[in-house]
Nanobody, 124 residues
Framework: QVQLVESGGGLVQAGGSLRLSCAAS????????MAWFRRAPGKERECVAV????????YYPDSVKGRFTISRDNAKNMAHLQMNSLKPEDTAVYYC?????????????????WGQGTQVTVSS
């Protein structure tokens, strides 16, 4: 079955960096758009990055643009989220998600597979 396993979360001070990783199995990774979402306490789930199967197109909301970078390695079935200049408001559980096809959609209903999430906490 399809599995997405996130790693790399943790506690970091404001201004610091973290790199999240997502290991995918059970799917033809190179045919899936990959995304990272986050859910902060009391808030709705938010898409923070999308990358097409080719890696040629990406999407970021204004809240993270210029600070977060999504990447993928199709040979290793891995997706990554490099997060720089972290702010306390970035504190959330971060989820990796996969969607069959080639798009940069941020609507969570497009994504059929989800990881279990990894906690990111940014202290001020």
């Amino acid at each position: 079955q399809v599995q997405l396993v996130e790693s790399g979360g943790g506690l970091v001070q404001a201004g610091g960096s973290l790199r999240l990783s997502c290991a995918a199995s059970g799917l033809t990774f190179s045919t899936y758009t990959m995304a990272w979402f986050r859910r902060a306490p009391g808030k709705e789930r938010e898409c923070v990055a999308v990358i097409t199967w080719s890696g040629g197109s990406t999407y970021y909301p204004d809240s993270v643009k210029g600070r977060f970078t999504i990447s993928r390695d199709n040979a290793k079935n891995m997706a990554h989220l490099q997060m720089n200049s972290l702010k306390p408001e970035d504190t959330a559980v971060y989820y990796c998600a996969a969607s069959f096809g080639h798009h940069t959609g941020s609507y969570d209903g497009l994504y059929g597979y989800w990881g279990q999430g990894t906690q990111v906490t940014v202290s001020s």
